[in-house]
């Protein structure tokens, strides 16, 4: 009598025991289940990119930085008031960046030109992009360049230029001033489009970005 008791409780134990390991288990899996959910968007877009390539020709228009740099921790911008600020305090959106001196020749104000185009044809998706033009020095900037591009759409920060350098990446025979860059919500430069650019292409890559990725 005294054994069978001890076997049925050895039992209940048992299955205690197997429930709370189950329950354990279950637990680890949902966790493990609500931090993919969650990364999903993240993880889309960058496979989108890096990983999957559509038949007949690369995934997209712009060179993609690999590995990814993120945006310096001590780079220092002046803004439109004159406050300093990390650079790094404008993580959480999209950022199009163009790099020249504020004299603006031509070719900064086509590029100018082009960034804005391209996120006013992001339709209800533009207010996940900021246009930034990283000033080279100080100089006053021209009133018809400031009235074409209002803030805060187009940021125009000061930025001592051998620390973007540093930072953006240019191709042989380019110079740091030639290119549009492209940094995701997270601080990572993603991509650098070429001198003398295709809007067209830049608006193709950025709606892509913007479509599989709901960060920013």
Not at 49 to 67: N, R
Not at 82 to 111: H, Y
Not at 150 to 164: F, G, S, W
Request: aromatic share 8%; with cysteine.
């Amino acid at each position: 009598m005294q054994s069978q008791r001890s076997a049925a409780t050895d039992k209940t134990r048992t299955q205690q025991g197997n429930a709370k390991k189950g329950s354990w288990i279950s637990g680890r899996w949902m966790l493990l289940l609500l931090a993919l959910v969650c990364a999903a968007p993240v993880i889309a877009s960058y496979l989108m990119y890096y990983v999957f390539k559509p038949a007949g020709g690369t995934s997209s228009y712009g060179t993609l930085i690999d590995p990814q740099r993120p945006i310096p921790a001590r780079l220092v911008v002046t803004d439109e008031k004159g406050q300093t600020l990390p650079f790094k305090s404008l993580e959480g959106k999209w950022l199009m960046i163009t790099v020249n001196g504020s004299d603006c020749d031509e070719q900064c104000a086509t590029r100018l030109y082009f960034m804005r185009q391209v996120r006013v044809l992001q339709n209800a998706e533009r207010e996940r992009v900021v246009n930034v033009w990283l000033r080279t020095d100080d100089k006053p900037v021209a009133d018809v360049i400031k009235s074409a591009y209002p803030q805060p759409d187009t940021r125009m920060l000061v930025a001592d230029e051998k620390a973007i350098a540093a930072w953006l990446p240019v191709n042989d025979g380019t110079k740091l001033t030639d290119h549009i860059f492209l940094v995701d919500p997270n601080g990572n430069l993603m991509m650098r489009f070429p001198k003398n650019p295709d809007p067209k292409k830049i608006n193709g890559d950025v709606a892509k970005l913007l479509k599989w990725s709901r960060i920013g």
